[in-house]
């Protein structure tokens, strides 16, 4: 009983991390309708760039996060602006398989920057430190991830609904080009939210890379993930994407405590599952 | 004014008279090409098959999809699991596994056909991921480490081993132009007519009375079907599966995408310049690894950006060509001219 109840536990903090995966994609679609196939490897791209900083700047993975967000969203702002806003209209092609071909490009540059070799960020002490309660003992780090991931939506549905760069992100959502004929730059709107949507990706990355070992082939699976907490919760909620991601969570650790080799298998069965009986997600936002 | 309204002209009857001569050469290549030779002419074959195919869901139906390895996977498997402990012929169980393949093509499309445009394109992804976790699970297949052709199967094929590697050369080459000639004649049909009215504008096609729904799943499965024909065929060359290499988005997506993308996606000319110009980079940059898969993603993007319509589109819009005429064109005749 007490192994089951700890498997949905770990379940619903890994799906703090799901959530993580899932929000920067959620931001961007809710955005400017765009669905970015490269997600996966930008997170994995932060994971390497915190790897990097832990080694040259010797700090805590933790700390490297002031280095990995800044260059993230710069990263995003520049990729958005030179790049993304050429391919947005109404054809759904051209984002789709630029972004396709930038995760092919970032994955071979990983893997020549860095090889095939796994990698993993060091937390120390607080990879092994935790809690118990009751029966259970609850790992800090998965914890941690958990109230980060809240933390980050929380943030995100401040920042939408209470500034006036949120005021700008659902004025270019609701119509483009109304929002233009306001003044508003959307090319400019689109490269804030890119940004904002990779410094979540690289709060992601870091303690994605923390918790496992990483290598530059892992990012395609970290995007169908996202995904699939994205669709589960319910397409342009925040809160709906946290629930997504703890179904997914639970489902894997049920699914891997079963059998092993179901972890991934049990995951995508619950996805096709809910897009079976309720193909809009349990939260989708109210269409106006 | 005398005017008629044809669809084949003057070029395209010539480059159709070239290419129908090319294919004759190809024929008899088994008589004059080298055993590598052989085995990367089958292999293009087999490429330009997927890249016609992705063409047809993609340029056509408007079903971007990255999850095709699904169906290339499913395929081999299919070949493996049939011949070992059903014990038919390869043959029958490549084309069994092109049915089998047509049959659960058909729920799979009910369920990510909910999603749209790129999150349909993420769900296609998904379902290879399940079949790709399915098979590494069953351990008669060899699970996830994979399994090898037993070699009483192989010598099923052909006693010597160069009449296998005709057979082979034959089998690609004719599942190329049965696939082919499949998406042309379709595209020549009133089928296809809807098919690109759904491409040009798909609630305007709705409009005029094209069932929508029905004529995307029907390219579905067709498609689903071919694709794990080339699936077997592809794995039939190899003699050796596993979990990773049959179910490898790299492989049968990536590269069949920057295909079509580089040639021209939603014209039948443009997956045979992609798949020419994709074997000539691949031969010449092989050996440079991850970078010859950077150059290609950039090119790719490259691309899509500038040309839209791929190298094709540049070179048809310029001379208003077409090698497989699909479109009608008013032509007016000789005599008028004249007169």
């Not at chain 1, 520049?78 to 806003?85: D, G, H, M, V, W």
């Not at chain 1, 909620?237 to 179901?262: D, H, R, Y």
């Not at chain 2, 799943?217 to 080339?230: D, G, N, R, W």
């Amino acid at each position: 009983m007490t192994e089951w109840l700890n498997a949905i536990v770990q379940g619903v903090l890994l799906g703090g991390l799901y959530a993580l995966f899932a929000a920067g994609l959620s931001l961007i679609f809710g955005v400017m309708r765009l669905v970015n196939i490269a997600h996966g490897d930008l997170i994995v791209l932060a994971a390497y760039m915190a790897l990097t900083t832990v080694m040259v700047m010797g700090v805590h993975p933790l700390l490297a996060l002031l280095v990995v967000i800044p260059l993230m969203s710069i990263v995003g702002y520049i990729l958005q602006r030179l790049l993304l806003n050429q391919t947005l209209g109404n054809d759904i092609l051209p984002p789709l398989l630029v972004t396709f071909g930038l995760s092919v490009i970032l994955q071979n540059m990983l893997l020549e920057a860095y090889t095939a070799d796994p990698q993993k960020l060091n937390g120390g002490a607080i990879e092994t430190a935790s809690v118990s309660a009751g029966n259970l003992s609850i790992g800090i780090l998965p914890l941690l991830t958990f109230v980060i991931a809240v933390l980050v939506i929380v943030c995100l549905q401040w920042i939408f609904y209470n500034t006036a760069l949120g005021r700008q992100f659902r004025a270019v959502s609701d119509n483009q080009d109304i929002a233009q004929l306001m003044g508003l730059n959307k090319g400019h709107v689109f490269g804030l939210a890119l940004a904002l949507s990779l410094a979540v990706c690289g709060i992601a990355g870091v303690l994605l890379g923390m918790r496992t070992s990483f290598d530059p082939s892992i990012g395609s699976g970290r995007l169908i993930f996202a995904f699939e907490a994205v669709i589960i919760g319910g397409l342009g909620s925040l809160w709906g994407t946290l629930a997504g991601g703890i179904v997914l969570g639970v489902a894997q650790t049920v699914g891997g405590k079963i059998n092993p080799g179901w972890q991934l298998l049990a995951g995508h069965i619950v996805f096709l599952l809910v897009l079976a009986v309720r193909p809009r997600g349990f939260f989708p936002r109210v269409e106006h | 004014m005398n005017t008629r309204v044809t669809r084949s002209s003057r070029f395209s009857n010539g480059a159709l008279a070239v290419l129908a001569l090319l294919v004759v050469v190809l024929l008899t290549a088994p008589w004059w090409a080298g055993r590598a030779e052989l085995r990367l002419f089958g292999e293009i074959y087999l490429y330009l098959s997927l890249a016609c195919l992705w063409n047809l869901m993609a340029g056509y139906a408007g079903l971007v999809s990255v999850g095709q390895q699904a169906y290339v996977g499913f395929g081999g498997y299919m070949l493996f699991a049939l011949t070992i402990y059903a014990g038919i012929h390869p043959v029958a169980a490549i084309i069994a596994g092109g049915l089998l393949a047509a049959a659960i093509s058909i729920p799979v499309a009910t369920l990510i056909f909910r999603l749209n445009g790129a999150y349909f394109a993420i769900g296609t992804w998904v379902v290879a991921e399940v079949f790709r976790l399915s098979f590494a699970q069953v351990s008669a297949l060899g699970g996830g480490s994979g399994s090898s052709l037993p070699v009483a199967i192989v010598k099923s094929l052909a006693d010597s081993r160069s009449a296998r590697e005709s057979l082979s050369y034959y089998l690609a080459i004719g599942s190329l132009i049965l696939v082919f000639a499949a998406i042309y004649f379709l595209l020549r049909s009133n089928r296809g007519i809807a098919l690109t009215a759904i491409r040009d504008n798909e609630s305007a096609a709705a409009e005029l009375g094209v069932n929508v729904w029905r004529t995307k799943l029907e390219i579905y499965v067709v498609t689903s079907a071919l694709t794990a024909i080339i699936g077997g065929l592809i794995f039939l060359q190899k003699l050796r599966i596993s979990p990773e290499a049959a179910f490898s988005v790299n492989d049968w997506t990536a590269f069949v995408i920057f295909i079509v993308v580089i040639g021209g996606i939603g014209t039948l000319e443009g997956p045979i310049i992609g798949t020419i110009i994709f074997f000539l980079l691949r031969e010449t940059l092989a050996d440079f690894g991850t970078t010859y898969l950077m150059i290609l993603g950039l090119v790719a993007i490259i691309v899509m950006i500038k040309a839209p319509k791929g190298l094709w589109g540049l070179i048809s819009q310029r001379y208003d060509l077409e090698i497989f005429p699909l479109r009608y064109r008013v032509q007016q005749s000789a005599t008028t001219e004249q007169g």
